[in-house]
C-alpha cells in the first residue's frame, strides 16, 4: 500500500520552468529507481528521467539539457525540475516507482510498480 502525490504542474509559456514534486506515503522498502513519465492526448505514455537508489540518472533524449531530476532517498521523494519548456512538453506527468523488497527464496526479490495520479502541465506557445 504506497500512495504517490505529484504537485507543481499548471501553465507556463514556452521558454518558462516548472518543479514537479512526487512525495510517497505507505510502507515502503526501497524505491529503485523513481522516475517521472509523461503523456499527451492522443499518444502513449513516454518515459522522461529516472533516478536509481545510487543518484544514477536517465534522461529521454527529448529532454536532455531542459530537466533535472533529483530524490531523496530518506524522504522518498522525487522532483523534476523544467526549464527552458516547449509547448511539446505539454502532457501529464506521472511520478513512478519501483520498491524493491527481498522474496523468501534464495537470493530472490520482488518488484512492486507504482503510478500517481499525474498532474498536467501545459506549455503555451
Known amino acids: 500500500q504506497v500512495q504517490l502525490v505529484e504537485s507543481g504542474g499548471g501553465l507556463v509559456q514556452a521558454g518558462g520552468s516548472l518543479r514537479l514534486s512526487c512525495a510517497a506515503s505507505?510502507?515502503?522498502?526501497?524505491?529503485?529507481?523513481m522516475g517521472w513519465y509523461r503523456q499527451a492526448p492522443g499518444k502513449q505514455r513516454e518515459l522522461v528521467a529516472t533516478?536509481?537508489?545510487?543518484?544514477?540518472?536517465h534522461y529521454a533524449d527529448s529532454v536532455k539539457g531542459r530537466i533535472t531530476i533529483s530524490r531523496d532517498n530518506a524522504k522518498n521523494t522525487v522532483d523534476l525540475q523544467m526549464h527552458s519548456l516547449k509547448p511539446e512538453d505539454t502532457a501529464v506527468y506521472f511520478c513512478?516507482?519501483?520498491?524493491?523488497?527481498?522474496?523468501?527464496?534464495?537470493?530472490?526479490?520482488?518488484?512492486?510498480?507504482?503510478w500517481g495520479q499525474g498532474t498536467q502541465v501545459t506549455v503555451s506557445s
Open positions: 533516478i536509481t537508489s545510487g543518484y544514477r540518472t
Open positions: 505507505g510502507i515502503i522498502f526501497s524505491f529503485d529507481p
Open positions: 513512478h516507482a519501483v520498491d524493491v523488497v527481498p522474496g523468501g527464496a534464495r537470493g530472490s526479490q520482488s518488484e512492486y510498480d507504482y
